[in-house]
C-alpha cells in the first residue's frame, strides 16, 4: 500500500477554484493524492485514511467519476 499525503495551506492549487459548492473553511488541510494497494489486504485503505485524518481534521481528497470504489 502507497499513499502520497501532503498538509498545509494552499497546498494544492487545484482546489483553490472548485465549482458547484464551497469549503467549509480556509483552514489549514491535508489532501491525499494516491492510495495504491494490490488488494492483497483488506482495510488497509481505511487505515491510511485513518492515518491522515489523524494528521488533520480537515481533509481534501478527489478522485474520477469511475472510480466506484473511492
Given at each position: ?16 477554484n ?9 483552514s ?16 488497509i485503505g481505511?487505515f ?7 494528521q488533520?481534521?480537515?481533509m ?11
Open positions: 500500500m502507497k499513499i502520497d499525503f501532503i498538509y498545509g495551506k494552499d497546498v494544492e492549487a487545484t482546489y483553490k472548485i465549482s458547484d459548492g464551497e469549503w467549509i473553511n480556509d489549514e488541510y491535508g489532501v491525499v493524492h494516491r492510495l495504491v494497494g494490490d488488494g492483497s489486504e483488506k482495510g481505511k491510511c485514511l485513518d492515518w491522515a485524518f489523524e488533520c481534521k480537515h481534501r481528497i478527489d478522485t474520477q467519476t469511475d472510480n466506484k470504489v473511492m
